[in-house]
């Protein structure tokens, strides 16, 4: 079964310090791994994706696929990260997206 | 228009009554999803339109919902005999290229089944 798990409802870490936001997923096949993120009253948006190695707002995720992992970090934490935060699969043999329930980090001063 | 719009914002209804939610997607994107979102959780995937015609529906979770897109724009989520369970963030993304990657959500019609 398809299955992205993210352990941690809620993270909170003082401004400054480093961040990992956990993702674990369950996929036969090669998998596209996704963060995306939702700022306090805006819209779901792409944060990263695995292919392109990219780092975006300092946050960077390196796919493991021995460990099935595609954790998010950031070394250095800042109060406007604060935010939701998905982690998401996708389907390549179709069209879907599949969601982690999400972890909501708070950065605090 | 900017981006997607999503209409109504809130939506209140009774069990057992009739609801349709609305969705704008960008000007020219072809692509459009239905996305389901639960209290605690990730958006739950609940149909794929490539221009007029349903590509997956695999996700609505039973003949109650059901959506169109008749002119390859606009789309109405449809919902027949809402039950409590029903109620959710309702949200929609559109996308030029078809892939959910490079879709652009909206903002979410939340509906609440009393």
């Known amino acids: 079964a398809q299955r992205v798990t993210q352990p941690e409802k809620l993270l909170s870490v003082f401004k400054g310090a480093p961040v990992e936001l956990k993702c674990n997923y369950s996929?036969?096949?090669?998998?596209?791994l996704f963060w995306y993120v939702q700022y306090s009253r805006q819209r779901l948006q792409l944060l990263l994706r695995?292919?392109s190695r990219e780092s975006i707002k300092g946050f960077t995720a390196d796919l493991n696929k021995g460990e099935t992992s595609f954790h998010l970090k950031k070394p250095f934490a800042q109060e406007e990260d604060s935010a939701m935060y998905y982690c998401?699969?996708?389907?390549?043999?179709?069209?879907?997206?599949?969601f982690g329930a999400g972890t909501r980090l708070f950065v605090k001063a | 228009g900017a981006g997607v719009s999503q209409t109504p914002s809130n939506k209140v209804t009774e069990k057992g009554k009739y609801v349709e939610l609305r969705c704008d997607p960008i000007?020219?994107?072809?692509?459009l999803y239905w996305y389901r979102q639960s209290l605690g959780q990730g958006p739950e995937f609940l149909i794929y339109?490539?221009?007029?015609?349903?590509?997956?529906d695999s996700g609505l979770p039973n003949d109650r919902f059901f959506a169109v897109r008749p002119e390859g724009s606009v789309s109405t989520l449809k919902i027949q005999r809402t039950e409590r369970g029903d109620s959710a963030v309702y949200l929609c993304?559109?996308?030029?290229?078809?892939?959910?990657?490079?879709?652009?959500f909206g903002q979410g019609t939340r509906l609440t089944v009393v």
């Open positions: 996929y036969s096949g090669s998998p596209e």
């Open positions: 339109f490539q221009g007029t015609g349903a590509a997956d």
């Open positions: 695995h292919i």
């Open positions: 000007s020219g994107h072809t692509a």
């Open positions: 998401a699969l996708f389907n390549t043999g179709g069209f879907k997206t599949i």
């Open positions: 993304a559109s996308s030029a290229k078809g892939r959910i990657t490079e879709a652009f």
